[in-house]
C-alpha cells in the first residue's frame, strides 16, 4: 500500500492553472480563457485525484464517507513551502483539484447549480474566478457564490498552521492598533468538507420555510 501510494504522488500531474489571486489580477481575456480551460480539464483534474486517492482505499464515490475520508487525507498530504505555513506547489495544486472535486459533487447533488466565471465587482474577492453560482433563495442581485478554490486552499493554510502551532503575527501600518498582533491557531474541524457541503444544502431550503 505506501509503495502504491508514493507511485501515485509521483505520477501526478500538477495542475498548473493559476490560483485565484492572480486570476484577479489579469486581464479579462486571459482570466476567462483560464476559465475555459479549468473547466475543460476539470474531468481530467478530477481524474488524476481519484488516481491518487486511489492507493489509500478511497474511490471518491460521491458519499459523505469517500468525502470525510478525503478531508482526513488532506489534512495529511498538506505540506509547506519551506520556512512558512503556505502550501507548497503540489499541495497548491491538491487544493484546486479538491475545489473542483467537491463544486461537481454538489452540482451533482443540487442540479440547480453551476460553474460561472466570475465578474461583477472588480473589488470582490471571488472576482474573475471559476465560483459556485445557482443558489435559489439567495436572491440573484447578491451574486451569491462559493468560491471554492479561496476556501479549500484557506483550509490547506489552516491545516499547517494548526500543525506548526505558529501563531499569526499581524503586519499592519506602524501605528496601528493591531499591528504585530498574536492569533494563535484556530484547532482544526475535523469534517470540514463533509460540514460545507451541508451548508451548501441547506442553502436549498427557504428561509422563510414553515415545518
Not at 451574486?143 to 490547506?156: C, E, K, Q, T
Not at 500543525?163 to 475535523?190: C, M, W, Y
Amino acid at each position: 500500500m505506501a509503495s502504491r501510494a508514493i507511485e501515485s504522488w509521483a505520477s501526478y500531474p500538477l495542475n498548473e492553472q493559476d490560483p485565484y489571486w492572480i486570476l484577479q489580477e489579469l486581464p479579462r481575456t486571459e482570466a476567462r480563457a483560464q476559465f475555459e480551460r479549468t473547466m475543460t480539464s476539470k474531468s481530467d483534474r478530477i481524474v488524476a485525484l481519484r488516481n491518487l486517492l486511489e492507493p489509500v482505499g478511497n474511490s471518491l464515490d460521491g458519499s459523505d464517507r469517500d468525502v470525510q475520508l478525503l478531508n482526513d487525507w488532506f489534512v495529511e498530504a498538506m505540506s509547506p513551502l519551506s520556512g512558512t505555513d503556505t502550501p507548497d506547489g503540489v499541495s497548491l495544486s491538491v487544493c484546486e483539484d479538491v475545489a473542483l472535486y467537491l463544486g461537481d459533487l454538489m452540482i451533482s447533488r443540487h442540479p440547480e447549480l453551476y460553474w460561472e466565471f466570475f465578474t461583477w465587482g472588480k473589488k470582490n474577492v471571488s472576482y474573475q474566478c471559476h465560483v459556485i453560482m445557482g443558489f435559489p433563495f439567495d436572491g440573484p442581485a447578491l451574486h451569491a457564490n462559493l468560491d471554492l478554490a479561496r476556501i479549500v486552499h484557506s483550509y490547506g493554510v489552516h491545516v499547517l498552521e494548526a500543525r506548526s502551532g505558529s501563531p499569526t503575527i499581524l503586519e499592519l501600518p506602524e501605528g496601528h492598533p493591531l499591528n504585530q498582533f498574536r492569533l494563535d491557531p484556530v484547532p482544526l474541524k475535523a469534517q470540514n468538507f463533509v460540514e460545507l457541503l451541508d451548508k451548501t444544502s441547506r442553502r436549498f431550503i427557504p428561509k422563510n420555510r414553515s415545518d
